[in-house]
């Protein structure tokens, strides 16, 4: 029997495509220590094959597959983990691509079409483009690997030809699987003076999500970073963990999955709640960048990751030096005059630091800023408070011997100001419905241009009639309310997103003229503190909560992800039930400052600060640039202890702390880590009050790194509240 040509044609041509093995399309991203490969399945769609351990044998790569077995209906099928899933597919669960096209279809399908890689500054520029077969839309996935520091960020690019827009109601930065036996979330919740708070639990089927809907200060309620054990609890010393982190200073979510064979999938991005994004055809949408380590040696090791790479290649000036400062905030709150803060730069020059940073109040004409219910807005120093204008303020910290900063609040609007006077539709605010207001405050739409240009000529102005200014402490104490752009009418659901766009415009512009202007962010307390933001500030405000117990928790949670460079901390009369050298002591683990009026303390106390404040200025080598080991938690004892080593194992400060001691609680020694096994170390303890010794009988011995990390110093007490600064330096 013959068949006709065509059948003939086809069932050879079927039985060749068969017989061939498809072409296996590897892409591998590579740290010293992690690998993360993908590969394109018989499909051509992309595939995650592997996060891990980095394999040390190419050939290995060979032998991962694509897909993996899951049981459906009792029988076996195989599923893939796709790269960057899309919406519509034949996965049944979350995706990271949601679009609406132009014709109203909602699905979405991506197929390789090519790679490359390139070297960047510090590590491997890989980039995986896709696209779908049905529709012009085009999805670029980003991976810059730094292999020293065992850091992998990612972001997605994603782009269409089609005649009118498409809807994009979901746009994942990442897409990551884990096959494990179990998972536990560490997370990071947050409210006003109480940041930073960890929390574990263990991630069970269903979804787990971690998100924020406040628009500018964003990080309120919960902070942009996770950690996830793989295998078991989150542990400090030991154990696999992800250590991931947003870049993105609005509205983010993170997405934990378990599906119904256990498989993990984690899921960053910017919150699409109310932010259906309608993208133009030509136009590129770029999503934040996810910030992601994998340790097989615990948190306190991506920890260290994660500082390495941030101030090698995101914190501003982030291999630079700190200032030292004395700001007047708690002092005297907004009641002071120029001859006031003229005597208290000369207590911050007798004080030893760098700077005197005023902090709000000083302007306002029209509506004078005496509380914070007026004057937002209207950035001229108030004339009754300061004749002679920032240029004063500036000259008398340059007679006293200190440098200047200043307070700014440039994003927000008090409704009593001449700026919302003249430009009230320059504030989110609805039209049609009572205003509510957070803080007696409106946040200015900052994606109207002519916003942006604005706040950025309040720094401008500032820096251009006073060049000498050193520092800008830069607040935002609102989270958005009244959601409605005048601006934005017909784009109400893009308003989330092209506002902290507009705010990364300003932040660009500011750099751009004025590189080396050291600026903090500050948001409420912690309210901001992300990777994308601190490319533009040299470091945050952990929170208004000064209080030295309450801030070794808080600092402990940051410590997770930032380095102490990136975080400021101030000496404070909050709790004056511990002792000015406890509250010192907490604050020297981070960026050192001073909020405090040096006529309450005494001769002694005052001698204390400055003696502090030297050893800060000549160990920041060690705390700000060297390697953070936490050591003892406060979490699981009553006590802390943080150490700090330089790069060179030269020098190294232990800070402990004894907080609430149980009556004759058994005490251990804090063994040391970072070390040189084979060197010797002079053990001193330093930040003693005059007149006092060491009561510890090491102080002024000599000890081996062996010994110091095997055996360690017995440096915890069952004082209350009391704390041990202990200086190490190699012999």
Known sequence: ????????????????????????????????????????????????????????????????????????????????????????????????????????????????????????????????????????????????????????????????????????????????????????????????????????????????????????????????????????????????????????????????????????????????????????????????????????????????????????????????????????????????????????????????????????????????????????????PTKEKLPGGIAALVKSADDAGVKFGIWIEPEMVNPKSELYEKHPDWAIELPNRDTYYYRHQLVLDLSNPKVQDYVFGV?????????????????????????????????????????????YNILRRVKEKYPDLPMMLCAGGGGRCDYEALKYFTEFWCSDNTDPIERIYIQWGFSQFFPAKAMAAHVTSWNRNTSVKFRTDVAAMCRLGFDIGLHELSADELDYCRQAVANWNRLQPAVMDGDQYRLVSPYATNHAAIEYVDKSKEKAVLFAYNLSPRFQEKLTAVKLQGLDPQRKYLVKEINLMPGTKSGFAFDGKTFSGDYLMKVGLEVLTRRHNSSSVIELTAM
């Open 1 to 380: 029997m013959k068949l006709p040509i065509a059948i003939f044609l086809s069932l050879t041509t079927a039985t060749a495509v068969a017989s061939q093995e498809p072409e296996r399309n590897i892409i591998r991203i590579s740290t010293d220590n992690t690998d993360l490969i993908f590969e394109t399945g018989p499909n051509n769609r992309l595939y995650q094959t592997y996060l891990g351990p980095r394999l040390l044998n190419e050939e290995d790569h060979k032998n991962l597959s694509w897909h993996h077995y899951a049981g459906t209906d009792g029988a076996v099928s195989t599923r893939g983990w796709e790269a960057y899933s899309t919406s519509g597919n034949e996965d049944f669960f979350e995706p990271a691509l949601g679009i609406t096209h132009a014709d109203g279809n909602m699905t979405t399908y991506l197929y390789y079409v090519s790679s490359s890689q390139e070297p960047v500054e510090g590590g491997t520029h890989t980039r995986i483009n896709l696209k779908d077969d049905k529709y012009p839309v085009e999805v670029t996935l980003n991976y810059v690997a730094y292999p020293k520091e065992n850091v992998i960020k990612t972001w997605t690019d994603i782009s269409h030809h089609e005649k009118k827009p498409i809807a994009m109601w979901q746009y994942a930065s990442a897409m990551l699987y884990f096959n494990e036996p179990e998972y536990w979330l560490t997370g990071f919740s947050s409210d006003w003076a109480r940041e930073g708070q960890l929390s574990s639990q263990q991630l069970q089927p269903g979804k787990k999500v971690i998100d924020t809907k406040l628009g500018s200060r964003a990080a309120m309620h919960a902070e942009p970073f996770f950690e996830i054990g793989l295998d078991g609890p989150v542990r400090e010393h030991s154990g696999e963990v992800l250590m991931g982190t947003l870049g993105w200073t609005g509205n983010f979510r993170f997405t934990f999955e378990v599906d119904n064979v256990g498989y993990l999938r984690v899921i960053p991005g910017i919150n699409p709640y109310a932010s259906t994004y309608e993208l133009k055809a030509g136009e590129t949408f770029t999503t934040p960048e996810f910030i992601f380590t994998l340790s097989c040696d615990g948190t306190g090791q991506g920890s260290r990751n994660l500082h390495d790479w941030a101030r090698r290649y995101s914190l501003k000036d982030g291999k630079g030096q700190r200032m030292t400062l004395l700001n007047n905030w708690e002092n005297t709150s907004f009641n002071f005059d120029q001859e006031r803060l003229a005597s208290l730069m000369k207590e911050a020059k007798d004080l030893g630091v760098d700077m005197f940073l005023l902090d709000d109040g000083w302007f306002g004409n029209k509506y004078p800023r005496s509380n914070d219910r007026a004057g937002l807005g209207d950035w001229e």
């Open 459 to 503: 720094v401008d102005r500032i820096m251009t009639e006073n060049p000498e200014v050193a520092y800008f402490k830069w607040d935002c104490n609102s989270p958005i309310t009244n959601i409605f752009s005048p601006y934005s009418k017909d784009r109400q659901g893009q308003l989330y997103i092209d506002h902290v766009r507009g705010l």
